[in-house]
């Protein structure tokens, strides 16, 4: 057996491997590929104490939550928003400002957050436990481009620091499209984004809403929160396969872009509870 510093480095070259899999990680410095590998190892260990994720093997979470965030940032570097964001602030340095919500363990919001250090993230769970972790991850690794907010999308999008204040919502795996509509639109500014990273099954991706049931039963809630749906656009496979692209669609991950055209009533979100009863 090698000794214990030839094991450790033996396990960041294993670890960094798969890193470089992941897209976009090749632009990474050693610092921040550091920090992914604590952020695996941290979360890992947690969730032995604390349920946070289904994803309990180290490939898995490179794979399904590193590298599924890391794709985003292809999508979001594409979006009209960022000359625009920086004529708008006063401090031409500061980066764009993200909202995820329902960040759970911390996906896209903590990879994003350690990518992108100049952007500005707030993590967003209704769950203690959920924001206890985000908070853990936040000091150990620290990320003071990370705010932490415990509170429901339904009552923090009254709230007047939090509404309409974003230049991007990202919300995975946290609801149907109705409803995330209602929850996610309200903290996004005028002329900025809500973008859903979704699973899509069928051949061909949509090109309208009316092609995609949950994206059809969506619209109406879309445009009562002064949305505007924009299109759909396939991601990135999460790992680096060679040349390889896939020739016919069956199920992918794609981004559902809506942009901000108008504010959002005052009426909106509703009460808790009421947006996942009786989407609009
Ligand atoms: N986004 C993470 C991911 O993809 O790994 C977590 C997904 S997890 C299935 C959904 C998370 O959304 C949970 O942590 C839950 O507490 C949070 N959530 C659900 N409804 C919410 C609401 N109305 N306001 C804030 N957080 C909410």
Same mark, same amino acid.
């Not at 690794?141 to 481009?145: E, F, G, V």
């Not at 759909?232 to 790992?239: F, G, N, Q």
């Not at 390889?244 to 669609?249: D, E, G, I, N, S």
């Given at each position: 057996a090698g000794s214990a510093s030839e094991q450790t480095v033996e396990t960041i070259s294993k670890r960094d491997a798969l890193l470089e899999r992941c897209h976009q990680a090749r632009q990474l410095s050693e610092h921040q590929k550091r920090l992914f590998h604590k952020l695996c190892d941290l979360l890992l260990e947690r969730n032995q104490q604390v349920n946070l994720t289904a994803i309990r093997t180290v490939s898995d979470v490179y794979e399904k939550h590193f590298g599924d965030s890391l794709r985003l940032i292809d999508v979001i570097d594409q979006l009209p928003i960022h000359a625009e964001q920086h004529e708008s602030t006063r401090d031409k340095d500061a980066g764009l400002r993200l909202l995820d919500l329902g960040s759970g363990c911390g996906f896209p919001g903590l990879a994003l957050a350690i990518a992108r250090p100049s952007w500005q993230l707030v993590l967003l769970d209704s769950t203690r436990k959920k924001c206890d972790w985000l908070r853990e991850a936040r000091s150990a690794? $620290? !990320? /003071?481009?990370v705010v932490v907010e415990w509170d429901r999308a339904e009552l923090a999008g009254h709230r007047p620091e939090m509404r309409e204040c974003f230049d991007l919502v990202v919300a995975r795996a946290v609801a149907r499209l109705p409803v995330l509509a209602e929850l996610a639109l309200p903290f996004v500014r005028v002329g900025g984004f809500f973008l859903a990273p979704k699973e899509y099954i069928g051949r061909e991706l949509p090109s309208s809403g009316a092609e995609w049931s949950e994206l059809a039963s969506a619209m109406h809630a879309i445009k009562l929160n002064g949305g505007l749906y924009e299109r %759909? =656009?396939?991601? &990135? @496979? /999460? !790992?680096v396969q060679g040349d $390889? %692209? @896939? &020739? =016919? !669609?069956s199920r /992918?991950? =794609?981004v559902v872009l809506v942009r901000k055209q108008n504010k959002t009533p005052k009426a909106y979100p509703r009460a808790p509870g009421r947006p996942q009863a009786k989407p609009l």
């Open positions: 690794l $620290q !990320l /003071s481009n %759909t =656009v396939p991601m &990135a @496979p /999460s !790992l $390889q %692209t @896939p &020739a =016919v !669609l /992918s991950r =794609v």
